[in-house]
Nanobody, 126 residues
Framework: VQLQASGGGLVQAGGSLRLSCTAS????????VAWFRQAPGKEREFVAT????????YYTDSVKGRFTISRDNAKNTVYLQMNSLKPEDTAIYYC????????????????????WGQGTLVTVSS
């Protein structure tokens, strides 16, 4: 499967963006899909994941209540709606996926996701 991330851009603090991760090559509906981000000079970190099967969503604490991950299986796409953006949300955002379920204890582990998109840059100005 190939992943294409899009939707990044420049936004003022307090604004919103919606990122999209579209898959090609096979049906995306059986994947667990995550978003990670990497800020300048920092390590890549987990942001959110939506699990295959029950589509339960999990978030890192810093984005809870502001970001929402969702999926549209008909469009083979997973979204990350980002509201109330802060300058510290500035980063390159990557989507990643794995076929089937992912256990909760492993969802933050990048090695659990064999497929990655190219990243999309989000810049939040103060």
């Amino acid at each position: 499967v190939q992943l294409q991330a899009s939707g990044g851009g420049l936004v003022q603090a307090g604004g919103s963006l919606r990122l999209s991760c579209t898959a090609s090559g096979r049906t995306f509906s059986s994947d667990s899909v995550a978003w990670f981000r990497q800020a300048p000079g920092k390590e890549r970190e987990f942001v959110a994941t939506i699990r295959w099967g029950n589509s339960n969503a999990y978030y890192t604490d810093s984005v809870k209540g502001r970001f929402t991950i969702s999926r549209d299986n008909a469009k083979n796409t997973v979204y990350l709606q980002m509201n109330s953006l802060k300058p510290e949300d500035t980063a390159i955002y990557y989507c990643a996926s794995r076929y089937g379920r992912i256990i909760i204890s492993a969802m933050r582990d990048m090695a659990q996701y064999p497929y990655w998109g190219q990243g999309t840059l989000v810049t939040v100005s103060s």
